[in-house]
Structure formats: structure tokens, C-alpha cells
């Protein structure tokens, strides 16, 4: 009952404090209920199944949390599970191989999930029961016996350089210009380039924070300087982000009363429009590029996008796997490998000018 209460301590003060503290307030909190005996007070007659579900599920994810897993990994993990859960319909403990494998059959054959959508799912539900199988919670695991979901691999391509000029003269703002351009020079993550600060960018290079919490340098090139500062002599306001939020959907809606479309997308030129500490979400990053991309008549555009057309450039270009791999911000070289877009013909030609 003392390790209950622990996990529910944590996950309670999770929003309040920073991700490095978490193993040490974990710790100071096991300290703390050394001394004590922990008795929980029973309030109602009946307990359900979803309460089962919902406080195991809140143990696995103090675990995970204690473990470094990030605010945004912990989210995912809980809201993936407890859906998981809710559609099986039983206790943790009731779970069966045949009751998880009829799960991913519907969900893919009846609710028209994509088998990489499900095989997140299995992979959290794998981690879920493995978990509660070393914690000798449950004897045996269940999802021991239901095997990986096969799905066709499809090959994912780099935008072409003439897919780049396309977008990159349809880019109608200097904000939108400024997030072109640090896609294609630093190759981050759509959430890391939300979380730019100004006082992180140091001419050339700045300090993105990735997942995990690991923070790393990226580099941005002549265009990318510029399309930066630019931008930046637009903005009059305190917001320390780079790419600001308004403070509320109206702001933009009644600044773009009786305006030009064009002019609607300067809102955050009014200081007022803006809010105080908050970043722009990456949903609208995305939601930018898609139709930046569609504009430009360029099928797919997506932020991850700019990611394999900069290892895949740069490769080609003569840039050591290992130094690509350290740009993405990846610790696995494999990882990396995934991202790469190499055509058939340049392997041909690879084959040519090595293999003898």
C-alpha cells in the first residue's frame, strides 16, 4: 500500500516540477513514508474494474516515470493503455493471449486502424504486462503469446530539390519562411522546434531540447540566420519563445476582421495577440507545412519529412553515418539507417565504385 501511495504522489506532482528532479523526489518521498505504516480507508462498497485498471495503471506509470521516461512518453503510455483496457473490457489480471489478439483483430478489421496505429498499441500493452510480470504482479505475461503484427514497409522518400524551391516560394510570411528554413538547416523535431527559445539561439547554433529531456546543439546556415532575424524584427512583444502562441483562438479571428487572408497570418506582429510564456503548438507547425506543401503542389509535406531530407543530403554529400546520426539526435546508429533515402541507382553506382 506504501509503494501505491508513492506512485500516486508522483504522478500527482509530475505537472509541478522538472523532469531531471523526478528519481530524486522519488527518493526523498520513499524516505520520507519510511517510518510509517500506510492504510487506505475504503469509501465505497463496490470496487470496479476500471478502478482496478485505472490503479494499476497509475503504478506502471510512476515506474516508467522513476525510470526518466518524459511528461510527453508518460502521456502517451496512459492514454494508449487506458483506451487499450476500456475496449478489452476486463480487470488487468483477467486479461487473456486470445482476449489481446482479438483486441488488434478488431481494431484493425473493424475500426479500420492502421496496423502501425496498433502495433504502438501492442508495444505499450507489451511494456504494460511485462512490467507487471517483473513486479510479480501477474504470473504470466499474456502478451508472450500474441507475436508482432506484420506490415508492409513502404518506402519513405526525401523531398527533392525542387520539391524545397516549390514550398520554400510559397512561403508567404517571415514566420513561415523563419520555420522553412530551421527544418531544413537543423533537421529537428516539429516539438523541438516549438520549444526554441530566444535566448538559446546564439547566432549560428542553437539549443533544441529532444526527447527525453536531452538537450543538444543544431546548426543553422546563412539562410536560416537570416530567415531568423527577419522574422525576429517582426516581433514586439516578451514572449521568450521563438514561435510564440496567441493568447487565445479569438485573438487571431478578431484581428483578421475586415483584413486580407495574408494579413491575417501577421497576428503575432501585435504584441497584444501574443501570450505571455506559452509556444506554438506543433499541431500547427504541421498543420503549416501541409499547406505550405499542398500550395506548392507537393504530394505528402510533412515537418519528419525535413529530417530524412537532411541526413539522406547529407550523406550523399560525404557526411560520416556517425556525424548524421549525432545531427538527428539519435543514440541508436540503426535508428538513423531508417531515415535514409537511398535510391537503387546510387546504390548501383556505390557497388560500381567499391566492389571490385
Known amino acids: 500500500m506504501k509503494k501505491e501511495l508513492e506512485d500516486d504522489i508522483m504522478l500527482s506532482i509530475m505537472p509541478f516540477i522538472d523532469h531531471k528532479q523526478m528519481s530524486d523526489v522519488k527518493l ?5 513514508l519510511g517510518p510509517y505504516e500506510v492504510k ?4 465505497t462498497l463496490t470496487v470496479y474494474e476500471g478502478d482496478i485498471n485505472e490503479m494499476i495503471l497509475r503504478r506502471f506509470l510512476s515506474a516508467k516515470l522513476a525510470a526518466g521516461c518524459s511528461k510527453r512518453t508518460i502521456e502517451f503510455y496512459r492514454n494508449s493503455i487506458r483506451s487499450s483496457l476500456e475496449k478489452i473490457g476486463k480487470p488487468y489480471m483477467d486479461v487473456t493471449a486470445d482476449d489481446l489478439r482479438l483486441y488488434f483483430a478488431t481494431r484493425i478489421y473493424q475500426d479500420g486502424v492502421s496496423k502501425t496505429t496498433t502495433n504502438n498499441e501492442r508495444r505499450n500493452l507489451s511494456s504494460f504486462f511485462g512490467w507487471l510480470q517483473i513486479e510479480e504482479i501477474l504470473l504470466k505475461n499474456p502478451m508472450l503469446k500474441v507475436a508482432a503484427i506484420k506490415d508492409t514497409k513502404k518506402k519513405k522518400q526525401a523531398f527533392s530539390s525542387m520539391d524545397i524551391e516549390k514550398m520554400r516560394i510559397n512561403c508567404t510570411t517571415k514566420r513561415e519562411i523563419a520555420i522553412f528554413e530551421i527544418l531544413l538547416s537543423t533537421w529537428c523535431r516539429v516539438s523541438e522546434v516549438a520549444q526554441i527559445r530566444i535566448d538559446e539561439i546564439h547566432t549560428n547554433r542553437l539549443i533544441v531540447h529532444g ?3 536531452k538537450d543538444r546543439e543544431v546548426y543553422l546556415n546563412a539562410r536560416a540566420q537570416l530567415a531568423v532575424e527577419e522574422y525576429l524584427k517582426e516581433r514586439s512583444d516578451s514572449n521568450p519563445y521563438l514561435f510564440p502562441k ?10 483578421a476582421k475586415g483584413i486580407k487572408r495574408k494579413e491575417e497570418k501577421l497576428w503575432y506582429q501585435n504584441p497584444d495577440n501574443v501570450s505571455d510564456d506559452e509556444h506554438m ?10 499547406k505550405i506543401g499542398k500550395k506548392a503542389g507537393v504530394v505528402n509535406a510533412h515537418p519528419h519529412r525535413f529530417r530524412r531530407t537532411g541526413a539522406t543530403t547529407a550523406l550523399r554529400n ?3 553515418l556517425i556525424q548524421v546520426s549525432k545531427m538527428l539526435g539519435h543514440e541508436n546508429i540503426g535508428t538513423t539507417q531508417i531515415y535514409l533515402d537511398i535510391s537503387d541507382e546510387e546504390l548501383m553506382q556505390a557497388h ?4 571490385v
Open 352 to 355: 560500381q565504385k567499391y566492389v
Open 211 to 213: 526527447k527525453g529531456d
Open 246 to 255: 496567441a493568447k487565445y483562438a479569438g485573438d487571431v479571428k478578431n484581428f
Open 28 to 32: 526523498a518521498i520513499t524516505a520520507a
Open 281 to 290: 503548438g506543433q499541431c500547427t507547425i504541421e498543420e503549416m507545412i501541409r
Open 318 to 320: 560525404g557526411m560520416p
Open 40 to 43: 487506505k480507508t475504503e469509501t
